[in-house]
T-cell receptor, first 113, second 113 residues
Framework: AQKVTQAQTEISVVEKEDVTLDCVYETRDTTYYLFWYKQPPSGELVFLIR??????QNEISGRYSWNFQKSTSSFNFTITASQVVDSAVYFCALRGGYQKVTFGTGTKLQVIP | KAGVTQTPRYLIKTRGQQVTLSCSPI?????VSWYQQTPGQGLQFLFEYFSETQRNKGNFPGRFSGRQFSNSRSEMNVSTLELGDSALYLC????????????FGPGTRLLVL
């Protein structure tokens, strides 16, 4: 069975602060894929990143960076110099094999101006 | 390329009625997945269709059903609506390969009175 845990339910930061969203996963598959999505108030989930289990390289995209560590089964997401537009719910997700995609419960990020 | 489209965007029904929601995937995508999102339960997987066949199914009662057509468009049906079915219903499409990302539509907000 697959499981994704996002222990942080809500986080509030002041604009320009850095913030890290945690994601811990469980799977028995040796090949699996991890995802992060952003859900702004409008409701549509926006894809941010996909990472496969064989690629532990960290990735940076502008103010966003992701840290994948198989040893701790974590796939954390950091926003540097947060902005008000970053306010949203962020979901971490996992897919192993042809199983369904399993989503975490989400972390609501509020960036205060 | 056009994104995932869902119709209708908003819907109000009364208990006991049935409802059909539609999802048109991104051109070339053969997999469509449906999710129910509520404040209390988060994102819950309903089912996934690939090439007109149900590939995965979540833990929902039989009142929830779906189908996929030869053009990959999908519909989900909820019969005998209950108040608890009020939710945002999200559709996601992908090519169907396990490594591929799911892209989400804007969702259908269903309110059951």
């Amino acid at each position: 069975a697959q499981k994704v845990t996002q222990a942080q339910t809500e986080i509030s930061v002041v604009e320009k602060e850095d913030v890290t969203l945690d994601c811990v996963y469980e799977t028995r598959d040796t090949t699996y894929y991890l995802f992060w999505y952003k859900q702004p108030p409008s409701g549509e989930l926006v894809f941010l990143i996909r990472r496969n289990s064989f690629d532990e390289q960290n990735e940076i995209s502008g103010r966003y960076s992701w840290n994948f560590q198989k040893s701790t089964s974590s796939f954390n997401f950091t926003i540097t110099a947060s902005q008000v537009v970053d306010s949203a719910v962020y979901f971490c997700a996992l897919r192993g094999g042809y199983q369904k995609v399993t989503f975490g419960t989400g972390t609501k990020l509020q960036v205060i101006p | 390329k056009a994104g995932v489209t869902q119709t209708p965007r908003y819907l109000i029904k009364t208990r006991g009625q049935q409802v059909t929601l539609s999802c048109s995937p991104i051109s070339g995508h053969r997999s469509v997945s449906w999710y129910q999102q509520t404040p209390g339960q988060g994102l819950q997987f309903l089912f996934e269709y690939f090439s007109e066949t149900q590939r995965n199914k979540g833990n929902f009662p039989g009142r929830f059903s779906g189908r996929q057509f030869s053009n990959s468009r999908s519909e989900m049906n909820v019969s005998t609506l209950e108040l608890g079915d009020s939710a945002l219903y999200l559709c996601a499409s992908s090519t169907g390969q396990i490594q591929e990302t799911q892209y989400f539509g804007p969702g259908t907000r269903l309110l059951v009175l």
